[in-house]
């Protein structure tokens, strides 16, 4: 590996990168090879009829092809509709099924696992009913009982899981999909945010009996570079994207935009109906050579040795933090992982560990802090909630109103506090990928050892846990699904919403009586599933209980 690493990386001399679920380096053979490439061909735009555009043309169709190929997804079954990212890839899929569902005068249901990342999570507020399934056995046991406490018979339905928590690493069943299509009696549509899994193992697509209907994913991830994703389509199941409304450049047949409103879409296949505008050609062309450059390096196989060397690795990573203990027998770092997860078993755990940092006494040191110590020893990790809502609010233990009342004191996810209430809400995060070493390993390790081993935090001024957080309070003539919730109106003067210096830690403070603004929140357990038709009916109400301000005690 090192001999691979001076050869390949030297970017990473004398640097420890550990956030390679964010993005892995690249390769130098891979940038050396694209500058070639771009300085010995012309292409031009692949919508144009001339020599260089039609090179450009065959070159975008043949690495299509190709990167199916890679994840053994037969051309045949399915297509690859090219876009900026996993983000962007789940966004087309809310944006056609929400069309989809208006141009069929349907009910559209959204399941999603709490794992999800944030992109995941925001298709509901498409739909007109979605739920969010609190762990695995829900879904199983959704999937047992064929489908209770989902979708209507009669609804158009999406379930959407990722394939890998991009917090904590850990790998979910890829079986559901397949099992969903078997058990379940109405037709519920899959999607995996393969993202995160797919950086380090291999993504089998070629039974497409078990395979999801659509898969999301990034290849900088993968290879670093290009900044490019994909969302791969299961050709039997794309007719639901094909009513999406919008349409751009280069997905039209004709349009009459005088005197008339009239179009024809491109309709021979999914990625022609769904690329609006002239595609990152050069990008595409990079992808194709980003996978030949990860076989010369990695092996014809190249995702089944990276997927053995960071399970190995990730595995003593662990090992290894996890022996840390202070002379006061406290250990030096809280993990932060499923009960299932085993480190060392590709099948269950990725190549990431989420955890914090202990002081002597048990209490949390600032996650922002160790990334900010980390990055002056040239050690790179990611700190912060990870864009994971699910997975803080999980392993950190913060309930509904615990996280909006955090957000009145002024917590962000783009400009996050260290600490409010006396609890960290946020994770520091090590992620390995193809390249990484024994070495990175160690020096992390030893990192954490040196620094924070029998080192006592600063005083500082503690925060209890005994703050008075409102409790919802029924509104009058409120059914049980609608709760008011009292919080301060953000353009309030006296409001807490107010701007804090980043990642400081809150003292105490007495919340004032406020004027009850109303929120609409769930009493199942079973997460946030409302229905539009419900909000419609309480719409009235809501805003008459509005009208009568009470003071909150």
Excluded at 224 to 234: E, I, M, Q, S, T
Excluded at 354 to 376: L, R
Excluded at 464 to 474: C, E, F, H, N, R
């Amino acid at each position: 590996m090192e001999e691979i690493r001076a050869l390949e990386y030297p970017q990473l001399l004398g640097k420890t990168y550990l956030d390679h679920a964010g993005t892995t380096p690249w390769a130098k053979s891979l940038v050396d090879s694209f500058a070639t490439d771009m300085m010995t061909d012309l292409y031009g735009n692949p919508h144009s009829e001339h020599a260089p555009s039609k090179l450009a043309d065959t070159r975008v169709e043949a690495t299509r092809e190709k990167a199916l190929g890679f994840f053994n997804a037969d051309p045949a079954e399915w297509d690859l509709v090219f876009v900026a990212n996993a983000t962007a890839a789940i966004k087309l899929v809310h944006d056609c099924f929400r069309d989809h569902a208006i141009e069929k005068r349907q009910n559209w249901w959204y399941g999603y696992h709490k794992d999800a990342h944030t992109s995941v999570v925001g298709v509901r507020e498409g739909t007109r009913t979605h739920r969010c399934f609190r762990n695995d056995r829900e879904v199983e046991l959704w999937i047992e009982s064929r489908g209770l406490g989902g979708a209507n018979a009669n609804d158009l339905a999406l379930f959407a899981y990722p394939g890998q928590s991009n917090m904590t690493g850990r790998r979910l069943p890829l079986a559901w999909p397949g099992r969903i299509q078997d058990r379940i009696r109405s037709k519920v549509y899959t999607l995996l945010d393969a993202a995160a899994l797919v950086s380090t193992t291999q993504l089998d697509l070629s039974n497409t009996s078990t395979a999801p209907d659509f898969v999301a994913l990034s290849f900088y991830k993968i290879f670093g570079f290009p900044n490019l994703g994909a969302l791969l389509v299961k050709k039997s199941s794309s007719q639901v994207l094909m009513n999406r409304k919008f349409f751009g450049g280069g997905t039209v047949e004709m349009v009459i935009s005088v005197n008339d409103s009239w179009s024809s879409k491109k309709s021979h296949n999914v990625h022609s109906r769904l690329e609006d505008g002239t595609l990152p050609f050069t990008s595409i062309f990079a992808l194709d050579l980003a996978i030949d450059t990860h076989r010369k390096i990695y092996g014809p196989s190249p995702m089944k040795t990276i997927s053995a060397h960071t399970s190995r690795l990730i595995k003593k990573l662990y090992d290894d933090l996890t022996s840390l203990r202070h002379s006061s027998g406290i250990p030096v770092i809280v993990v932060y992982k499923d009960a299932a997860a085993v480190y060392g078993q590709a099948k269950l755990q990725g190549a990431t560990i989420a955890f914090n940092i202990q002081s002597p006494k048990g209490d949390i040191v600032s996650f922002a802090d160790v990334e900010k110590e980390a990055d002056k020893n040239s050690i790179s990790v990611r700190s912060g909630s990870l864009c994971n809502p699910g997975g803080i609010a999980t392993y950190l233990k913060w309930s509904p109103k615990e996280l909006r009342a955090a957000y009145d004191e002024g917590h962000r996810c783009s400009e996050p506090l260290a600490q409010v209430f006396g609890k960290p809400i946020g994770v520091v995060r090590v992620s390995l990928g193809a390249m990484s070493s024994d070495e990175d390993v160690q020096r992390f390790v030893t990192f954490v050892r040196e620094t924070y081993l029998d080192v006592a935090l600063p005083e500082v001024a503690k925060v209890g846990l005994t703050i008075d957080i409102p409790s919802p309070v029924k509104a009058p003539k409120a059914t049980d699904d609608v709760l008011i919730t009292p919080s301060p109106s953000p353009d309030s003067e006296d409001s807490l919403r107010k701007p804090h210096n980043r990642l400081s830690v809150l003292s105490m403070r007495e919340l004032k009586p406020k004027t009850p603004r109303v929120s609409v929140e769930m009493t199942s357990d079973d997460a946030c599933s409302t229905r539009e038709s419900t909000m419609h009916k309480m719409k009235f109400r809501l805003m008459g209980a509005m009208r009568m301000p009470r003071r909150i005690k």
